[in-house]
């Protein structure tokens, strides 16, 4: 009973579709020591919460009563991740796991809470500095205007920016770098997070994909910037297995059968995308690989 109270972990998730990937990731994540909180956003008209909070067994499962119209690029996100670590530090855990309701687990349970009981590193990825460009840090450094206004109106906006060289972030003085949203937080790093959640605020309510950049913004220029793993060739790390090779505009590759080979020899711990339209044979595929351990 101890280890389960000491060595608990919340699973923050987002979803907005793919119900039937959410189904078997909640299973998934079903244990004892877990506490999951969950997102859906206020786009789904009709969602079966009842069905879903009963899905686990052993796990505690939350619903966010306040739900987000969540739009790509906005604020929004951002407001929902920090709405969902609020929620969850409500009860003490070690660790915090960023997830979208079309990830999956690729370890079981036992490997995951073995991996994580004595870490204090924080994985989430950060651009080498060789990595950014100036659309990178004009994410937060200039305005940036809502998609029904008029396109001439903020291409004149934007020029003027360009001319005046709006910079709304160098006051601070900060290191600035970029990654991925999804990640794997120490409760301290959350907690640090949520004292700054006014700041956060404050400097994205006019930016764009903030979502990728403001837990690095944090982080690196505060205490726990040396808690961010880094490997042996000075790479930071989220645990995650993404394909942004065969992206598709904004999204990465979505996983088929014929990544089995990929995902069964990836090292990570949580994998992303997959969809139940495009191929559910590989979620299905992953799912008895991790809950029976066969391949």
């Not at 923050?12 to 999951?36: P, T």
């Not at 060789?130 to 990178?136: E, G, P, V």
């Not at 906006?157 to 999804?182: A, C, P, S």
């Not at 994205?204 to 042996?232: G, H, M, T």
Request: aromatic letters at 14%.
């Amino acid at each position: 009973m101890g280890d389960c109270m000491n060595n608990r972990h919340a699973y923050l998730i987002m979803a907005h579709g793919n119900f039937n990937v959410l189904k078997l990731q909640l299973e998934m994540l079903d244990d004892v020591r877990n506490d999951i909180y969950i997102h859906i956003d206020k786009k789904v008209k009709k969602f079966p919460f009842y069905k879903y909070k009963n899905i686990c067994k052993y796990a505690s499962i939350e619903f966010l009563n306040n739900r987000i119209n969540v739009k790509w690029g906005t604020a929004s996100q951002v407001h929902t991740e920090l709405l969902l670590f609020k929620t969850a530090t409500k009860r003490n855990h070690i660790y915090y796991h960023l997830l979208s309701g079309v990830d999956l687990p690729l370890k079981n349970q036992k490997e995951i809470h073995d991996f994580f009981r004595d870490k204090k590193n924080e994985y989430l990825v950060c651009y080498e500095q060789k990595m950014l460009n100036q659309w990178d840090y004009q994410r937060l450094s200039r305005y940036h205007y809502p998609s029904w206004w008029n396109e001439r109106i903020v291409a004149r906006l934007n020029n003027l920016q360009n001319t005046l060289k709006i910079d709304r972030i160098k006051k601070y003085n900060w290191v600035f770098t970029r990654g991925y949203n999804w990640c794997s937080l120490t409760e301290d790093a959350v907690l640090y997070l949520l004292e700054k959640e006014r700041f956060i605020k404050k400097i994205c309510k006019y930016s764009v994909c903030a979502d990728e950049v403001y837990k690095q913004y944090i982080l690196v220029n505060s205490p726990f910037r040396d808690r961010i793993y880094v490997d042996v060739n000075g790479k930071t790390d989220d645990l995650r297995l993404v394909d942004w090779n065969r992206r598709v505009k904004d999204s990465p590759h979505i996983f088929t059968r014929d990544d089995k080979s990929m995902i069964s020899n990836s090292k990570a711990f949580f994998a992303r995308k997959f969809d139940e339209n495009t191929d559910m044979r590989i979620v299905k595929y992953i799912y008895k690989k991790v809950m029976d351990g066969v391949d």
